[in-house]
């Protein structure tokens, strides 16, 4: 998932990886990547919380 930020810049994109080096190794071979439209700032964690409740 991914897209603009509209009030900053740039764009958020969301993977589902265990770390880093597998964000990157999944951007590896993005035309966007290669041709310098895409560029990686910053990778962070996010954990995503569900509520079970009833």
Known sequence: ???PLV????SLLI???EDENEVRE???ND???KNG???LETV???QIFIDVRK
């Open 1 to 3: 998932m991914g897209g």
């Open 44 to 46: 962070k964690r996010w």
């Open 37 to 39: 439209i895409l560029k």
């Open 26 to 28: 999944k951007l590896r």
């Open 15 to 17: 993977f589902n990886a």
């Open 31 to 33: 035309p966007w990547m």
């Open 7 to 10: 009030d900053e810049g740039g």
